[in-house]
């Protein structure tokens, strides 16, 4: 009874934040005795599982998340400084006051700092000019390329758009060649920055500036240019404190991963002063900028000339990975995975603190639900992770360290990188948790709307469902799913933010700007918390393969009328139809199975349906991995090796195609590889022998 009576007041928002000083002053502790909770340890009936999860969303506090995420952000932390590392102990320090379970993993990996920059402009009619330095006055980390190499470089200014290959062609066509030149990019049109210098380097550049529109005019927007994930030192593997193997800085497979040309990031201000002092042609009128008198631009080159020069400092720096493990009662060897990365290029309030204040506050009502004689089916870990910002280094390594009970145990992994950048969820996933994602949305009430759920704002924003897939590599879900082939998810609210990784990127603009009253990130704990808590708490797992098999014949559609009849679908066609087939075997199977009361033999049951389900996706893995990227082993989501590839889907055969549209031969291989993983996939699902 005295249940019932908490969850009707923790319905009413405006008696939640009392309550819960109410629990503070009196020790909520206390009331576990008191409370007559028998189920611990014992079969949970569906019901009271219900019970747990709608207390969960009730729990909601944005007061608490606001101190988290002001605590978080009171000092610059980037990566591998004592600032960082204090970050690391106060994730710690809140994980042990809630009483769960830690632990802290720490790795020895390879990072890039800017030790000295200048950047001058000899305008031909002003003299010489120092520019670039658009973020005076803030104690952070100047705005620089990690993993840049050092160097000078001085040339004329070139204005070469997004950075990608048609733009090169269209410079060509206006007779403009970058060859030692200080090439200007914006950045977007889906490319990396290190993707960026790489082609300007090719075409012959001595260096690159960068500048983002969308960012204030006096941002500066920081960035890595490290190529693939992880630490360059340790490939492939974990770069361990102690003992493991690491190859040299000059090793050809770690100079790799670097460009060879300088490269720096400058505000749009600075890039309008360089751009305004150009003659040659006009700019192309399809490069419409985002600039004062943006379209009387022409795009150079010269005559100013830049002179440039980085001087960074690369290290060896311990990075540390900080965990919270809440012990699945039944499967405690069934892992649900919740991540989001804790280093910041300055303050970090959006990214990725926005995030972290959310998963800090899903653990504190996980360790209520705890007092309450909540105890989840599955394992539940907390994952906050370090070093994202240099190349997903934190949690790269602790993939490629745990990468056996990863790839037998982790159910799925659910990512939040940036929770609140702005108004209007956005999220991801792979297939076969879309209907779960959507069944979530419509529990937790919409943080903009009054009365209205998050799935029917978002319904009626997309006009219809819009999840997105997963083949970035921009955040930590890249090695689960990538590498591991563990079904993901990623979420936020809001899109291009306009301090992304620059010094406003701090508490006060959080409060004034992207969520005064923290109602966003509230709901983005109530998302991930109550998604996470129904995959641990499910008895078969809420995984539909049929939204997988629909998805991968889109896909197959729009490659096929794409490469027009010059290669065969069949071998992908036949095994999309058995993966349709085998799934609504599955989905009947699963529902006979829910219906049934538990016995010892049905338990059995349930865990090998389970196995099937959640081996699945591992089906998509091959073990070349991605032609000409082979960390890479997901054959249906990852980076093709064209920035600017079209497909966002089947990155072996988009590879295939950029590298020649004509060789239909090496173009069919790798059809026939997404084919047979596909297939995998199906046997995995039917669990027996062919
Ligand atoms: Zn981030």
Not at 271 to 290: D, F, M, T
Request: glycine share 8%; with cysteine; proline share 4%.
């Amino acid at each position: 009874m005295i249940h019932q009576l908490f969850s009707s007041i923790f319905r009413q928002p405006i008696f939640t934040f009392s309550f819960i000083v109410f629990l503070c002053i009196f020790g909520f502790f206390t009331f576990d005795s008191s409370l007559n909770y028998t189920t611990k340890k014992t079969h949970k009936s569906s019901s009271s599982i219900f019970h747990y999860h709608s207390t969960f969303i009730s729990l909601s506090s944005n007061y608490t998340v606001s101190e988290y995420l002001r605590s978080l952000t009171l000092h610059p932390h980037l990566a591998g400084t004592q600032e960082g590392y204090q970050t690391t102990q106060y994730v710690k320090t809140h994980f042990e006051s809630l009483g769960l379970d830690n632990k802290v993993s720490e790795y020895k990996v390879l990072l890039s700092y800017p030790e000295f920059l200048s950047l001058t402009a000899y305008f031909s009619n002003l003299g010489s000019k120092e520019i670039g330095f658009s973020e005076v006055g803030f104690d952070v980390v100047k705005p620089y390329h990690a993993y840049s190499p050092s160097g000078m470089a001085v040339g004329k200014a070139v204005f070469a758009n997004y950075g990608r290959e048609e733009d090169y062609h269209e410079l060509e066509v206006l007779g403009v060649n970058v060859s030692g030149c200080v090439v200007i990019v914006r950045r977007g049109e889906g490319m990396s920055r290190g993707g960026v210098v790489r082609v300007a380097e090719a075409r012959g550049a001595v260096a690159v500036l960068t500048y983002t529109e969308g960012v204030y005019v006096k941002g500066v927007e920081r960035g890595t240019v490290m190529k693939g994930l992880g630490d360059p030192l340790s490939p492939g593997w974990a770069s361990v404190v102690e003992g493991g193997e690491r190859l040299g800085r000059n090793d050809k497979e770690v100079e790799d991963r670097f460009p060879k040309i300088p490269s720096m990031p400058i505000s749009i201000e600075t890039a309008g002063v360089i751009l305004r002092s150009l003659e040659g042609p006009k700019l192309p009128e399809k490069w419409e900028l985002a600039l004062n008198n943006g379209n009387d631009v022409r795009i150079g080159p010269g005559p100013t000339v830049l002179n440039y020069t980085f001087q960074g400092e690369e290290k060896i720096a311990t990075i540390y990975d900080v965990f919270a493990v809440i012990r699945g009662s039944e499967e405690p060897d069934r892992y649900i995975l919740l991540g989001n990365h804790r280093d910041a290029w300055t303050f970090g309030a959006v990214d990725p603190n926005s995030g972290t204040a959310a998963l800090l506050d899903v653990a504190r009502r996980y360790a209520m639900l705890m007092r309450l004689g909540w105890s989840p089916r599955r394992t539940i870990i907390l994952c906050s992770w370090d070093a994202e910002e240099f190349g997903m280094i934190g949690s790269t390594e602790w993939v490629e360290l745990n990468i056996m009970n990863l790839g037998s145990k982790a159910v799925a992994y659910l990512n939040v990188d940036c929770a609140v950048q702005g108004s209007g969820l956005f999220a991801s996933a792979t297939p076969q948790l879309d209907d779960l994602l959507v069944e979530i949305m419509k529990k937790i009430e919409d943080p903009d709307a009054e009365a209205k759920t998050i799935f029917e704002q978002w319904f009626a924003r997309n006009k219809g469902i819009n999840i997105q897939r997963l083949s970035g590599v921009d955040s930590d879900f890249a090695p689960f799913l990538q590498h591991v082939g563990v079904p993901s998810v990623d979420m936020y609210y809001g899109k291009d933010f306009p301090v992304y990784h620059t010094a406003f990127d701090s508490y006060d603009w959080m409060i004034t700007h992207g969520d005064p009253l923290f109602k966003r990130h509230a709901a983005v704990a109530g998302l991930w918390g109550l998604l996470a808590l129904r995959l641990a708490d499910d008895t078969i797992l809420p995984f539909n393969y049929s939204s997988y098999a629909i998805q991968l014949q889109e896909y197959t559609n729009i490659l096929s009328d794409m490469l027009d009849g010059h290669v065969s679908f069949t071998p992908i066609t036949t095994s999309v139809k058995n993966l349709l087939a085998v799934a609504q075997e599955v989905e009947e199977e699963a529902q006979k199975l829910r219906m049934e009361e538990t016995s010892t033999d049905m338990e059995l049951r349930k865990r090998m349906l389970n196995d099937r389900l959640m081996l699945a996706e591992r089906g998509f893995l091959d073990a070349d991995g991605l032609l000409g990227n082979r960390w890479f082993k997901h054959l249906i989501y990852g980076p093709s090796n064209k920035c600017d590839s079209k497909l966002s889907f089947f990155p072996s055969i988009a590879n295939a195609i950029s590298e020649s549209k004509e060789n239909e031969v090496a173009i069919q291989h790798e059809i026939w590889r997404v084919a047979r993983a596909i297939q995998r996939a199906v046997d995995a699902l039917k669990g027996d022998f062919r």
